[in-house]
């Protein structure tokens, strides 16, 4: 029987084209974003030390919501360079910046991973939010993240923790996994609960270099009105769920989202949709 090993630039070409996919969904559930994501974002900033005047690059910025946050905090004396491995997304990233007037903010489509062919030492501070988890070799990343920065220059990231903590999002995943008989993620196999411990994170900045290294922890529920408003966020906008659907014909796949629907209603409350999230932000110091 043939081993099964991981791929890391299929992976890559998948998770691009699921972006693509999923770009304008990603986009359009933009408020939902800023207000889930939104604590857990001034505070990646704050680690950051993102002020009046920074230089930000952010890596995997996606549509671009915590961009513009750290656009507004730099102000037009800054500068905010947002990145992606997705065009597609990028340019809803671009346009969010140019509605609010933020000049000072530049796209970049760039694989993470990549970051040592952007100067050294030309950043103040680099961000990432929910956005590395996907990364095949996240220290290559933050070792280009160290490159980037000046000396003196902070990162900051944020992850979600592990699965047991994040049910809006690992129930479905398990469901789907069950459901289409797909074998357990491989080790050292990239996804979204891959930086789920402080331990973890702060192992990971350290090997890359960083010193002053810290790591939290920060509930963050999705609260929404209903589970079905949960479905149709990750339906529409969770790539990811549908590459693990693909290889089911369409009336299993409904079975599934229906499924699906049905576990997410324990998260149903008499104050709404309070879906289980928990982040892990990390950061330290070139």
Same mark, same amino acid.
């Given at each position: 029987?043939?081993?099964?090993?991981?791929?890391?630039?299929?992976?890559? !070409?998948?998770?691009?084209?699921?972006?693509?996919?999923?770009?304008?969904?990603?986009?359009?559930?933009?408020? #939902?974003?800023?207000?889930?994501? $939104?604590?857990? %974002?001034?505070?990646?900033?704050?680690?950051?030390?993102?002020?009046?005047? @920074?230089?930000?690059?952010?890596?995997?910025?996606?549509?671009? &919501?915590?961009?513009?946050?750290?656009?507004?905090?730099?102000?037009? @004396?800054?500068?905010?360079?947002?990145?992606?491995?997705?065009?597609?997304?990028?340019? /809803?990233?671009?346009?969010?910046?140019? =509605?609010?007037?933020?000049?000072?903010?530049?796209?970049?489509?760039?694989?993470?991973?990549?970051?040592? %062919?952007?100067?050294?030492? @030309? /950043?103040?501070?680099?961000? *990432?939010?929910?956005?590395?988890?996907?990364?095949?070799?996240?220290?290559?990343?933050?070792?280009?993240?160290?490159?980037?920065?000046?000396?003196?220059?902070?990162?900051?990231?944020? =992850?979600? =923790?592990?699965?047991?903590?994040?049910? /809006?999002? *690992?129930? +479905?995943?398990?469901?789907?996994?069950?459901?289409?008989?797909? +074998?357990?993620?491989?080790?050292?196999?990239?996804?979204?609960? @891959?930086?789920?411990?402080?331990?973890?994170?702060?192992?990971?900045?350290?090997?890359?270099?960083?010193? !002053?290294?810290?790591? !939290?922890?920060?509930?963050?529920?999705?609260?929404? &009105? %209903?589970?079905?408003?949960?479905?149709?966020?990750?339906?529409?906008? /969770? $790539?990811?769920?549908?590459?693990?659907? =693909?290889?089911?014909?369409?009336?299993?796949?409904?079975?599934?989202?229906?499924?699906?629907?049905?576990?997410?209603?324990?998260?149903? %409350? &008499?104050?709404?949709?309070?879906? +289980?999230? !928990? #982040?892990?932000? $990390?950061? $330290?110091?070139?």
């Amino acid at each position: 029987m043939a081993t099964t090993t991981f791929d890391p630039v299929k992976f890559k !070409e998948t998770t691009r084209a699921q972006w693509q996919n999923a770009a304008k969904a990603w986009n359009d559930w933009g408020g #939902l974003l800023s207000r889930w994501l $939104g604590p857990a %974002t001034e505070r990646m900033l704050d680690l950051a030390g993102v002020g009046e005047g @920074s230089r930000v690059l952010d890596v995997a910025a996606g549509a671009g &919501d915590q961009t513009l946050t750290a656009a507004r905090r730099t102000g037009p @004396s800054g500068r905010v360079l947002a990145t992606d491995l997705s065009p597609a997304i990028l340019d /809803f990233a671009a346009q969010n910046a140019s =509605s609010q007037g933020l000049d000072h903010v530049s796209t970049q489509v760039l694989d993470g991973e990549e970051l040592d %062919t952007l100067p050294g030492g @030309s /950043f103040d501070a680099v961000i *990432s939010r929910v956005g590395m988890i996907y990364f095949p070799d996240q220290l290559k990343a933050l070792r280009g993240m160290h490159h980037a920065l000046r000396e003196g220059g902070r990162v900051a990231l944020v =992850s979600y =923790s592990t699965a047991d903590k994040n049910g /809006f999002f *690992s129930v +479905p995943v398990g469901i789907i996994r069950k459901r289409a008989g797909l +074998p357990a993620p491989l080790p050292g196999q990239p996804g979204p609960f @891959s930086l789920g411990t402080t331990e973890v994170m702060t192992e990971l900045l350290e090997a890359a270099g960083f010193r !002053e290294v810290q790591a !939290e922890l920060m509930d963050a529920p999705v609260l929404l &009105d %209903t589970a079905e408003e949960c479905l149709a966020f990750e339906k529409e906008s /969770f $790539g990811a769920l549908h590459q693990m659907l =693909s290889g089911l014909d369409p009336v299993e796949q409904e079975s599934v989202w229906n499924e699906i629907a049905e576990a997410l209603r324990e998260y149903q %409350t &008499d104050k709404g949709f309070v879906g +289980p999230c !928990e #982040l892990v932000i $990390g950061a $330290g110091v070139k």
